[in-house]
């Protein structure tokens, strides 16, 4: 007996599994679902085999190797977490790279102004905490743009690109403006028993955005809403103050990010995340998420932005001409995507009674 | 027009005649322009359909609103989801909570399924209608306002709702339900009230009448 009704529209994009209380679960679905570490696992495998091949040196045994990729990792990873949640709940932001420059600008400013009147230690964390409000700015305006004027969110976000782009250079004089403060270049290069601190700082914020998505009814309200705002408005969400919300989180993600980007170079400059606007999205890709909204994890997203971080690495690493890293990248998106949608033909499969 | 507890009322009409408009009325997405809702005998007027909701009336429209990645008992629950303590201060989704909850009201509704917790995109369209259902239910809605339940369902399916509506009925609800499919009419409704243009064309006991008069009441003939 086969139905097809208005109560399933037929060409509703069905997004696996939200919420992960199903402990039934295929093992197949399980797989899928964790299969951007499954990548990164054989990513590594297979850089160990070629530097120890063409080197007879060890890739993955390396602490400055290991070390190096999870500072890749941090600036694509802080945006992509914020990325990892707009894209959750159908929308993109497209801005972040340049809330991002924006914010390491403010930083870099803020920081130097700061240390002329407070004591340096006092003065680097203003500086951050200056740059992830500022940065909240943009975020605030996206999402009025988003929620009260019903913008779709490519446009919207792509017009605060440009803004925070423009408004980035212009604050910081068309220059990179560098950072006299040797806290901030402490925290940006120091490292805890080996482990960076610009890690430490990412591994412990990522996990609460972890929690933010998987444990709060804020985040149980984003899946709802990507898969059907119009169930979450029945029943009883507040659209416009979620999305308004959302989108300030995801700008204040890139905040961080640009703080922490000019702690690492001890410099704030308004291009800083240029780059990582699409690999954000990658890593949230590869990571699981379906790009129509409804499905994706913080864990999902870690793993994609370390795969990327990977490939960047691993390739120059192993002396390939570095712009394979396109390729490679690209590469891994589409697997990724074709994997995902297989994965929901597969998972879409009715239950009967 | 009157519902009593355990009541079905059938509200029927051709095209335009005006049925999902008079439910949301009542439902309070629209505020009506004249005349008045009794509820136990009290007037009472809805700004907002939450309001209409929280005095225990609650609508399932044709789409279901269910949001198709989330579990049934996240559906149940979602905008009031219950939380607790995670290692006692930690404020998480008290998703057992949300578990058991589902698992109560379906069992109730006699809805059996491999997996509760799969998201409701894995269940067939009268599964879905009776975790509609089993939302109302569990938030113990005293009437339910249905639109059209068994469109496009086959015909088993239509069969487990309307079986599903004579229970609602068993528990004391009352429901309204719109629908253009005369055999789930008679199967299930107590009263059929039939619209035509906006106006009430004719009440009938269910045991009273039958197909050809509805049809002729509906068409005006």
């Known amino acids: ?353 | 027009m009157a519902v009593r507890p355990g009541e079905v009322v059938a509200l029927a009409g051709d095209n335009g005649a005006g049925k999902t408009t008079l439910i949301k009325a009542i439902s309070g997405v629209f505020q009506p322009t004249g005349g008045e809702i009794l509820l136990r005998g009290q007037p009472v007027t809805f700004a907002t359909p939450q309001e209409a909701r929280e005095k225990g009336i609650e609508t399932i429209y044709q789409d279901l609103a269910l949001a198709d990645n989330l579990s049934i008992g996240a559906n149940i629950f979602l905008g009031r989801e219950p939380m607790r303590k995670a290692f006692g201060f930690l404020p998480v989704l008290d998703r057992k909570a949300m578990a058991e909850a589902a698992k109560a009201t379906m069992g109730r509704l006699d809805f059996h399924v491999s997996r509760l917790e799969a998201p409701v995109s894995n269940f067939s369209g009268g599964q879905r209608q009776a975790v509609a259902i089993g939302r109302a239910v569990y938030w113990d809605a005293q009437i339910l306002i249905m639109d059209e339940p068994t469109a496009a369902l086959g015909v088993p399916e239509q069969r487990k709702v309307i079986s599903l509506i004579h229970q609602l009925k068993a528990q004391g609800r009352g429901v309204i339900f719109i629908s253009h499919n005369l055999q789930d009419i008679f199967a299930v409704s107590d009263r059929i009230v039939v619209l035509r243009r906006g106006i009430q064309a004719g009440e009938r006991k269910i045991s009273e009448t039958n197909h050809d008069e509805v049809v002729k009441l509906m068409v005006g003939g």
């Open chain 1, 1 to 353: 007996m086969t139905s097809t009704s208005p109560a399933q529209p037929a060409e509703k994009h069905v997004a696996p599994q939200a919420d992960h209380g199903d402990p039934a679960r295929s093992l197949v679905a399980r797989i899928a679902e964790g299969r951007a570490w499954l990548f990164l696992a054989g990513l590594l495998i297979c850089f160990e085999v070629w530097s120890r091949l063409a080197f007879g040196a060890t890739f993955v045994l390396n602490p400055f190797n290991l070390q190096s990729i999870a500072i890749f990792a941090v600036a694509p990873l802080l945006l992509a977490t914020g990325q990892t949640f707009v894209i959750i709940s159908g929308g993109i932001d497209l801005s972040l790279g340049f809330i991002m420059g924006l914010a390491a600008v403010i930083a870099a400013h803020a920081t130097n102004m700061a240390g002329a009147a407070i004591p340096l230690p006092l003065a680097m964390l203003a500086g951050i905490l200056a740059s992830v409000i500022v940065a909240g700015v943009p975020g605030i305006i996206n999402g009025l743009l988003i929620s009260r004027l019903k913008v779709p969110p490519f446009i919207g976000t792509l017009g605060m690109f440009g803004v925070a782009r423009g408004a980035a250079f212009l604050l910081a004089g068309g220059t990179t403006v560098p950072v006299q403060n040797s806290w901030f270049a402490l925290l940006g290069n120091g490292k805890f028993y080996g482990v960076p601190y610009l890690v430490l700082i990412t591994a412990v914020f990522v996990i609460v955005m972890h929690y933010l998505l998987s444990q709060t009814r804020f985040g149980q309200h984003n899946y709802a809403i990507g898969a059907n705002v119009q169930a979450a408005r029945r029943a009883g969400i507040d659209i416009r103050g979620h999305i308004l919300r959302l989108y300030v989180l995801s700008a204040m993600c890139a905040g961080l990010g640009g703080a922490l980007y000019a702690a690492r170079f001890t410099a704030g400059a308004a291009q800083a995340g240029e780059p990582l606007l699409l690999d954000s999205v990658a890593a949230v890709v590869i990571g699981g998420a379906s790009l129509f909204g409804g499905s994706g994890t913080i864990f999902g997203t870690v793993a994609g932005a370390l795969v990327i971080a990977v490939i960047q690495y691993g390739l120059v690493f192993v002396n390939v001409e570095p712009f394979w890293q396109f390729i490679a990248v690209g590469v891994v998106i589409i697997i990724s995507v074709l994997i995902d949608q297989a994965q929901r033909r597969f998972s879409g499969a009715r239950q009967d009674e």
